[in-house]
């Protein structure tokens, strides 16, 4: 599989566990001696044997596991390389975030009327993260929030540059410092398997394929490390300019800190964007229930308005109505008809059964026509 370089059976970790555990040269040269004894060693031993035989096997092992590595680096290198680049691009082209910068000025200016710092011509971008920090008199709402609210009432366009600038946050995460010495980590395994090929002996065995591949591969690598060697450089001049153009010392401020420092601001920007609109609707939902709660309360105090007026006039309606029924009763006859007309009740029944009730009627007599005395 070495000697052919079979990448289908060579793995990653296989050839970086051989290159940690493998012996150096002496000891090789001393297994290699063990060969005539091979069938009677036990498998271990046989495999290092095997492995001692190898030519230059360190420097093969080191050629492969590169080559096996190489599209892995190539692939975390470019996005990288990309992502600042495009970032530099974004942050120059976008009219959104100079428009915001004007206007983020002209309230610093307003604020700093009369003391030594009115009428500024500029300010640090880092500044940008502190204006969450500066707070209302009631402790209610920021500069931050102030800023979004007026951009969304006045500056509507100022909102873009949130998705103007979508690579910022990717190339706040990448160091450039790193990605310079990745790429000159790998022109240097580069040189080193040139080298390597150039002075290595011809192959002994028909299975060894170590320089063909090998060399096929040197010429792809070339040409890919090249284009990253472009790609870098290119970026550099791009975030150089940048820096130059936002007046920042590069001594001083780092490229990450500078990507860090504008992530931060659109994060928390478009952080103060949700709490806004969750604020106008809490004061909607509030004033919506203020609204309902007066609106209750004045049906009630109408309902309670409406039901007295109509106990007042069931009142006045009941006592006049019994007055002209009884006049009218009156007139009519209408009530002494009912008087005559009342059936008796029980008692009076009683009373004309009475004994009393039957005794005879004396009537009395004038005899001889005396006149009575």
């Given at each position: ?246 007046a920042i010392d590069m001594k001083k401020v780092s490229v990450e800190d500078f990507f860090t ?113």
């Amino acid at each position: 599989m070495i000697l052919e370089v079979d990448e289908t059976q060579l793995a990653e970790s296989v050839i970086q566990n051989l290159l940690k555990h493998l012996p150096d040269q002496e000891q090789l040269n001393s297994l290699s001696q063990f060969k005539s004894d091979y069938n009677n060693l036990c498998e271990p031993e046989q495999f290092a044997v095997v492995m001692s035989n190898v030519k230059r096997l360190r420097p093969r092992l080191s050629a492969i596991l590169f080559k096996l590595q190489f599209e892995e680096q190539v692939n975390n290198i470019k996005p990288d390389i990309m992502a600042v680049s495009t970032a530099c691009e974004e942050i120059k082209k976008s009219k959104s975030f100079s428009t915001l910068l004007e206007l983020v000025l002209l309230m610093g200016n307003y604020m700093n009327a009369g003391s030594r710092n009115a009428q500024t011509f500029g300010f640090n971008l880092s500044s940008l993260c502190k204006l969450k920090d500066t707070k209302s008199a009631d402790q209610k709402t920021t500069l931050l929030h102030f800023l979004v609210e007026i951009c969304e009432e006045k500056y509507p366009d100022i909102l873009n540059f949130v998705d103007d600038l979508e690579h910022l946050d990717k190339a706040s995460k990448v160091s450039v410092e790193m990605l310079e010495k990745n790429l000159k980590q790998m022109g240097r395994q580069l040189q080193q398997l040139e080298k390597d090929l150039e002075t290595f002996p011809p192959p002994e065995d028909m299975h060894d394929k170590f320089v063909t591949k090998m060399s096929s591969f040197v010429i792809t690598a070339k040409e890919q490390y090249g284009k990253l060697s472009k790609l870098l450089e290119n970026m550099e001049k791009l975030y150089q300019s940048i820096m130059v153009y936002y007046a920042i010392d590069m001594k001083k401020v780092s490229v990450e800190d500078f990507f860090t420092d504008l992530n931060n601001f659109r994060t928390t920007f478009m952080q103060a964007i949700k709490e806004n609109i969750r604020k106008r609707e809490a004061e909607e939902k509030e004033k919506r229930a203020r609204i309902a709660k007066e609106l209750a309360e004045k049906e009630r105090l109408e309902r309670q308005q409406k039901k007295k007026r109509l106990l007042e006039m069931k009142t006045e309606g009941d006592e006049t109505g019994v007055m002209d029924s009884l006049l009218e009763a009156l007139q009519s006859g209408a009530a002494f008809r009912d008087r005559r007309k009342r059936t008796p009740k029980p008692k009076d029944i009683r009373q004309s059964l009475s004994p009393l009730s039957q005794r005879p009627v004396l009537k009395v007599f004038n005899h001889g026509n005396k006149p009575y005395s």
